[in-house]
């Protein structure tokens, strides 16, 4: 009675060992990043499709008329350069503080004079980097430069004497 016992349990679990497995689902196998894929190049199975009309309807060509010295600086170099319009208020503020809010309007760097950092300064106007700095050097007695090619501010002390080149 224990063979058949043994027997049927040994043939129960073969069956289901068997039973429960598939032969025709493949084996999990993860995608790599590291693969490529590999796409066939185009090619056409007929060639390009003749061109029967290669004329072009076009103006003929003109003589330019011949530049003069004055016109050799195009108006873009003449035009006024676009710059935006800011408004400052500043009330009892040193004029250090005044040029590096000024400068850091136009993402500039600033300069002080260290003998003019401390003096207090208020000032509400509206106009551009140039306007605003004219009006400040005139307010204050000073001269404000506004360095447009090396993105800087200078508030430097006003001499009596402005320099000047022998040509001039």
Not at 5 to 15: P, R, Y
Not at 63 to 72: D, G, H, N, T
Request: proline share 7%; glycine share 4%; charged share 20%.
């Amino acid at each position: 009675m224990s063979r058949v016992v043994t027997l049927i349990v040994g043939l129960a679990l073969c069956g289901l060992c068997t039973g429960c497995s598939t032969s025709d689902v493949k084996p999990y196998s993860p995608t790599s990043k590291n693969t490529r894929t590999l796409f066939m190049p185009s090619y056409t199975t007929a060639g390009a499709e003749p061109v029967y009309v290669r004329t072009k309807w076009v103006h003929p060509p003109e003589v330019l008329p011949p530049r003069s010295a004055e016109s050799a600086s195009s108006s873009y170099d003449r035009a006024p350069a676009l710059r935006p319009v800011y408004e400052l208020n500043l009330k009892n503020a040193t004029l250090e503080q005044t040029c590096k809010v000024l400068a850091s309007m136009a993402r500039y760097s600033s300069y002080t004079s260290p003998s003019l950092a401390t003096q207090k300064f208020s000032f509400q106007n509206l106009g551009t980097i140039d306007e605003l700095a004219q009006i400040i050097g005139q307010k204050a007695g000073i001269k404000v430069v506004v360095d447009h090619e090396n993105k800087e501010v200078r508030f430097l002390v006003r001499t009596a004497l402005e320099p000047t080149l022998f040509s001039e």
